[in-house]
């Protein structure tokens, strides 16, 4: 596989439940990042990994947990998740600081 | 402080018809990039343009152009002969050289009509 995939596409759990999101990127790139894109809202980005370090938290409620246990894969833990958590997250990776970020297909979200 | 200006919430032109989606931007920083990127329905952002600040060039790749000028802070972006794949929300966005991130604009939707 090439490029940055995302699994599952599409996820729909409950309040209570426990879930994970995935990203890999298969560019050998050293940067990994998070965002959250809401209906009729900018793009929010939620965590930023450099080199599998935690460089940027954008206030995100704790209930999102990210995990990068190496520079191709990027995880997004999910726990008792509410209505308005509901988006597409994207996942997105680069070689560096400030270059181009190129994106997976996204998860879509839905919280009952 | 960054700011990404998009003022076109949405666009709609027929088919073959030519549209100039604008991209205004704020920096205090010499040297930065600026980015395109497309959404199309599916949701993955595509990649179109990577500029950076020392480079005023406008650039053409196929039916898209770019037009960028520092004295009006403006990374405009054109498509001519429009059709109807091109539907879809494009983003401009800008990094400063120092950041680790990109700041993205709210996008401007685009109908090409048939």
């Known amino acids: 596989e090439t490029g940055v995939t995302q699994t599952p596409r599409h996820l729909v759990m409950g309040m209570t439940n426990k879930k994970s999101l995935k990203c890999e990127q298969h560019?050998?790139?050293?940067?990994m990042y998070w965002y959250k894109q809401s209906a009729k809202k900018p793009l929010e980005l939620m965590f930023v990994?450099?080199?599998?370090?935690?460089?940027e938290n954008n206030s995100v409620p704790s209930r999102f947990s990210p995990e990068c246990p190496n520079s191709s894969h990027l995880f997004l833990h999910l726990h008792t998740l509410q209505p308005e958590d509901s988006a597409l997250y994207l996942c997105?990776?680069?070689?560096?600081?400030?270059?181009?970020?190129?994106f997976g297909p996204g998860t879509r979200l839905t919280v009952l | 402080a960054q700011k990404v200006t998009q003022a076109q919430t949405e666009i709609s032109v027929v088919e073959k018809e030519d549209v100039t989606l604008d991209c205004v931007y704020e920096?205090?920083?010499?040297?930065?990039?600026l980015f395109w990127y497309k959404q199309p329905p599916s949701g993955e952002l595509v990649f179109l343009i990577r500029?950076?600040?020392?480079?005023?060039q406008n650039e053409i790749s196929g039916r898209y152009s770019w037009n960028f000028q520092k004295s009006t802070s403006s990374f405009n972006f054109t498509i001519t002969a429009s059709q109807v794949v091109d539907s879809a929300v494009y983003f401009c966005?800008?990094?400063?050289?120092?950041?680790?991130?990109?700041?993205f604009g709210k996008g401007t939707r685009l109908h090409i009509l048939p």
């Open positions: 500029r950076n600040s020392f480079d005023e």
């Open positions: 560019l050998g790139h050293n940067a």
């Open positions: 997105a990776s680069s070689q560096g600081s400030s270059d181009t970020q190129y």
């Open positions: 966005a800008l990094s400063e050289n120092r950041d680790d991130k990109i700041i």
């Open positions: 990994y450099n080199f599998k370090e935690q460089t």
């Open positions: 920096t205090r920083d010499t040297t930065y990039y």
